[in-house]
């Protein structure tokens, strides 16, 4: 059985990913669950840290416990001066092709640890496995222009054919939430189905602000949905070049959120950075959002501010318990409604206009 992954990124640490060495522990678990001795394993490159003797032993004494022959499609990061890294692999090669069976079927495979446009056979069926984009604004940017090539040739054809099949290729870096720091099968990086994920955002000004509701839409797939890491939100969004505010306000984005707790001499509090992705995760499809309509809603808001005013000037003169219980619970429901243009939640145009 063949397997596939990359980026392994062992003795590494990052913060968007929320990548620490207890993965290199996850990654080791669920490989050794997976793999058998019989199967191989080609990983597509950035195997690890490569530095001094200690982070040299650390990196041969983790993937020496790897199962399976281990083959070595190199990416960005490998320096492999070291022996004993060279030697725990049965090929060391910077691109390969190779035929995989699932089903029956013979399929040809490209593999290379950076993403390819145009590669072998791409129109003949042919499937390419790369890495190196994680979980990325450049894997939509290139996910989308892989897109783009489909649609051309679907019109266009290629060397007089018009039938050519679309062109499939899928991220097998390891930090992707499908393959879950586990090698993967080429039937199961094939088992992704892909759908179209656009969401549409109404923004309400009111009173010399903003904020945004959605329309109903439906995710690409339930992997994304269940994903407690994902979260869609326009707060605490890492955007330090303001690519993603409006009138100074962050628009609402798909991100994954990292939270951490900070201690600084006798404090300590939660800190929550959220970095938006411009794709699925799990089935790779591109996620679309734009604003749709802008509509002013300051007489609605303004006349709901009013009656909170009035009902609560009410609320302080009365002498009667009752009364004063009944109008505080007014107050409270519009307070409720008038917090409401804040939120960041469904579209329902009654309650704004």
């Not at 019109?155 to 039938?163: A, L, M, N, P, V």
């Not at 409720?336 to 704004?352: G, H, R, V």
Request: contains cysteine; proline residues 3%; glycine residues 6%.
């Amino acid at each position: 059985m063949n397997y596939y992954i990359s980026d392994l990124h062992l003795n590494c640490k990052n913060k968007y990913e929320g990548r620490t060495l207890e993965h290199d522990k996850i990654l080791k678990e669920n490989w050794n669950k997976t793999v058998t001795n019989g199967d191989t394993v080609y990983i597509l490159g950035d195997i690890g840290r490569e530095g001094g003797n200690k982070e040299m032993e650390y990196l041969c004494e983790i993937i020496s416990t790897l199962k399976g022959k281990k083959v070595l499609v190199q990416g960005n990061h490998e320096k492999l001066k070291d022996i004993r890294v060279k030697q725990l692999f049965v090929e060391i090669i910077p691109y390969k092709e190779i035929s995989d069976n699932f089903n029956g079927i013979n399929q040809n495979v490209v593999l290379c640890h950076y993403p390819i446009l145009f590669w072998n056979g791409q129109h003949k069926n042919w499937i390419h496995l790369y890495g190196h984009l994680h979980n990325t604004n450049e894997e939509a940017l290139y996910r989308n222009c892989l897109k783009e090539v489909n649609k051309y040739f679907a019109i266009q054809g290629t060397k007089g054919h018009t039938d050519c099949p679309p062109a499939r290729a899928y991220n097998v870096g390891a930090m992707m939430p499908y393959m879950n720091y586990t090698p993967r099968t080429l039937e199961e990086s094939l088992r992704v189905e892909n759908k179209d994920m656009k969401i549409e955002l109404i923004k309400l000004k009111f009173n010399d602000t903003c904020s945004y509701k959605y329309k109903p839409f439906k995710h690409c797939c339930e992997a994304i949905q269940n994903d407690k890491a994902i979260v869609f939100t326009d707060e605490d969004i890492n955007d330090i070049g303001g690519e993603y505010k409006d009138d100074g306000i962050s628009t609402p984005q798909f991100c994954t959120s990292h939270t951490e707790v900070i201690t600084s001499y006798e404090d300590e509090w939660e800190q929550t950075d959220n970095y938006p992705i411009r794709f699925c995760p799990h089935c790779g499809e591109e996620i679309e959002i734009s604003v749709v309509e802008e509509i002013d809603v300051s007489d609605k808001y303004n006349e709901l501010s009013k009656q909170r005013n009035e009902v609560w000037k009410k609320c302080q003169r009365t002498d009667s318990k009752k009364k004063e219980s009944e109008l505080r619970e007014q107050v409270s429901k519009l307070d409720k409604q008038i917090d409401s243009f804040y939120w960041l939640d469904e579209w329902k145009e009654n309650n704004y206009v």
